[in-house]
């Protein structure tokens, strides 16, 4: 499927182009909306997008600077202007920048249909031509190959990771360029888990590895990984592992004891 990316700020239009438009029948997967040119930017950075559905009148940087950015940084993607005013020196500098469509707002669902079916299926012929010529059939030595794009799961870990006690799924989601709903909703689409359940995975994790130091205190492990009630986090580690914090301490000194040719605590 082509990855789009929305840029608007005005959360109603931007939320809701992404939710209730039937992207997905046109081949089409919504990677992220984003507040600016800013947050765009910052998110296509490790999140590469074929087609842009982007506003020009926004705060901090607005559509043409966007571009230019896009333009600048060699990024191959279709970008379709959105705005309230028809305006010419607009108009004039997304040609130059080779912007594909320029809609007026509001736009209606028979013109968005329109100009992303004309995309996709612009892009199937290209994509087929290329194959028919031989050059899409080429190997390619697997040392060059690029890396594969993060997926979405694997980008919200490391937001986790970053932040373990105190990240939060609206947090989370806004660095995503995403509302809270979406995101929980291609989590569950993409890995069938939950941003809970990554959460109070890497939690775990972290605080495994914490509790290996015979100097850790529980309480303080609690709180390292982002629980206030250190309660709620024995109880959290019990239903994960099976047992108390401590026993991972215990575990721990059994294991040296063996490596050290000495019974484990407790044998005869």
């Known amino acids: 499927m082509l990855r789009l990316l929305i840029i608007d700020d005005e959360s109603t239009i931007r939320t809701g182009v992404a939710t209730y438009f039937p992207w997905a029948s046109l081949g089409i997967e919504v990677a992220g909306a984003c507040r600016d040119g800013l947050e765009a930017l910052a998110l296509m950075e490790t999140c590469p997008v074929d087609l842009v559905l982007c506003d020009i009148g926004m705060p901090r940087m607005n559509g043409i600077a966007f571009a230019e950015a896009v333009r600048g940084r060699g990024w191959r993607c279709d970008i379709v202007f959105i705005s309230a005013h028809k305006d010419f020196d607009y108009a004039k500098r997304a040609i130059e920048l080779g912007v594909r469509e320029y809609i007026v707002k509001p736009a209606g669902y028979e013109e968005l249909f329109?100009?992303?079916?004309?995309?996709?299926?612009?892009?199937?012929?290209?994509?087929?031509?290329?194959?028919?010529?031989?050059?899409?059939?080429?190997?390619i030595a697997a040392e060059s190959a690029p890396a594969p794009s993060p997926t979405l799961a694997e980008r919200t870990r490391r937001l986790i990771e970053a932040d373990l006690a105190a990240i939060t799924l609206p947090a989370a989601a806004e660095k995503l360029g995403m509302s809270p709903n979406y995101l929980s909703a291609k989590l569950r689409q993409e890995c069938g888990r939950t941003f809970s359940d990554l959460l109070l995975e890497a939690r775990m994790a972290r605080a495994s590895v914490i509790l290996q130091d015979p100097a850790s205190r529980v309480g303080q492990v609690a709180r390292l990984v982002g629980y206030a009630n250190t309660k709620s986090f024995i109880r959290a580690f019990r239903l994960s592992f099976g047992g108390p914090p401590t026993a991972i301490r215990r575990s721990q000194a059994g294991a040296k004891a063996v490596a050290d040719g000495q019974p484990p605590a407790g044998t005869p």
């Open 114 to 139: 329109e100009v992303f079916s004309k995309l996709v299926r612009e892009r199937e012929s290209t994509r087929e031509r290329e194959l028919a010529s031989g050059r899409a059939a080429q190997p």
